[in-house]
């Protein structure tokens, strides 16, 4: 998340400060902010990633590695999405082609273009096979909507304006904690203090995200800062938190939730969550790990109105849901961003205090005004565009900057949209 920030370089660590030292320092300035005290075993952990994930941000890095992990067990016998016979596409060949070459062009792992039912291009690079897991980052976002949703329609949360506070009962009686619902944890307008630069072992950004007891100190700690729906603001405690919504509602870990009631029911191919301890709390707002088609799964998924085969997954109109931005940012909607008028340039934070480095380059209107789309750090994208029947997948690593070299997030889905059959209506100006 650091990355996602635009930081390029950070202060390391001084070396000749002993743990110990940074220990009680951390101690006093956390008891002095009045914060909940955690035990000097689990302190110790948290500095041991906080300096892992200062090593890596010296090389514009964000954490990589995590532990521990737990399994989150996809179909025992996944079937393969059909895929297209050979030359029987139709999207146009050359359009599928300079779609792959862009994506092959600009540090993608793989990519994936499913269309009316098949899988119309499939490819991966950099040695990356089909079955490899990668990061998620922040694709793992959509994720909690879709876990809500499936929690919605099995009655285990009554309605997406339901108080936090009945399931999070350390918040009840709290003036602005009590008035989060469940719909802020998704459209980013719980009043949480926004994501910003965490340069230090005692900032709660760091702490909310790498500590072993990250969950209570979200619940504890972390500054609510706006009144809860009244603002949008970026940040990954927001999302953290579905992770103990999901396992409070129902009674079941996150992961399990994710293995028996999204990826099994899809067929998918699953994978493996951090988990902030051994037995702890999992880490909904990234770190979920599955291969490249889990992902294009689940856009499918919301692309047929959550129907899988023949089975409502989701509660009808649950999409239109996710697809209906706020006031407060008409680019977002639940965990899920949305075409909108055309803007050349937009990010992910709060549209009026986005600076312009982290604004991602959309060099022409969506051909489709009814793209939505799942958005992850270093670009990492899925194109769900209902009117078309196409979902667009791209994961990797940042793309080279290098002699102009630039993103642009409007350009796989353009290139196979002019592939098809004319139709549709584009993204207003």
């Keep these: 998340w650091l990355r996602r920030l635009g930081f390029r370089a950070m202060k390391s660590l001084v070396r000749s400060t002993s743990s110990l030292a940074m220990m009680l320092a ?69 359009a599928l082609q300079a779609a792959e070459e862009y994506a092959a062009n600009n540090n993608s792992s793989a990519f994936m273009v499913w269309h009316d039912g098949k899988i119309e291009k499939s490819s991966f690079f950099k040695g990356m096979k089909p079955e490899d897991t990668f990061p998620s980052r922040s694709l793992a976002k959509p994720m909690t909507a879709v876990a809500i949703g499936r929690a919605l329609a099995l009655g285990k949360i009554r309605s997406l304006d339901q108080p936090v506070a009945d399931f999070i009962s350390e918040w009840r009686g709290d003036p602005r904690r009590s008035k989060i619902l469940v719909r802020h944890l998704l459209d980013m307008r719980s009043g949480f203090l926004p994501q910003g630069p965490a340069m230090t072992a005692e900032d709660i950004l760091n702490r909310a995200y790498l500590h072993p007891r990250h969950e209570q100190i979200i619940i504890h700690d972390y500054p ?38 999204v990826l099994q029911r899809l067929g998918s191919p699953g994978g493996t969550i951090w988990v902030n301890r051994p037995g702890g709390t999992a880490h909904s707002g ?144």
Aim: glycine share 10%; proline share 8%; charged share 20%.
């Design 26 to 94: 951390l101690t006093v300035t956390s008891a002095a902010a009045g914060s909940s005290s955690y035990s000097a075993a689990d302190e110790a952990v948290y500095l041991e990633r906080f300096a892992r994930l200062m090593d890596a941000s010296r090389l514009g890095l964000g954490l990589e590695t995590y532990e521990p992990l737990e399994p989150v067990p996809g179909a025992r016998n996944p079937v393969p999405l059909a895929g297209a016979a050979a030359g029987n596409t139709q999207i146009a060949a050359a």
């Design 224 to 261: 609510v800062v706006d009144e809860p729906g009244t603002r949008y603001e970026y940040n990954n405690a927001t999302s953290e938190l579905v992770a103990v919504l999901i396992e409070r509602a129902t009674g079941v870990r996150y992961g399990e939730w994710l293995s028996r009631e």
């Design 286 to 429: 990234c770190c979920l790990m599955l291969p490249a088609e889990a992902w294009l799964r689940l856009g499918v998924l919301l692309l047929q109105d959550c129907v899988w085969e023949g089975k409502r997954l989701l509660p009808a109109g649950y999409v239109q849901a996710m697809r209906t931005p706020t006031a407060e940012n008409p680019y977002y909607g639940l965990g899920v961003y949305v075409a909108g008028r055309y803007i050349a340039r937009r990010g992910f934070a709060n549209p009026a205090r986005d600076t312009e480095a982290r604004r991602v380059l959309h060099s022409e209107p969506y051909l489709a005004d009814d793209v939505f789309l799942f958005d992850g750090n270093s670009n990492q994208v899925v194109f769900i565009i209902p009117s078309r029947r196409l979902v667009v997948l791209r994961v990797g690593d940042n793309p080279p900057r290098g002699a102009g070299g630039e993103w642009d997030n409007s350009a796989l889905p353009n290139l196979l949209i002019r592939g098809l059959p004319q139709g549709g209506s584009p993204q207003p100006r």
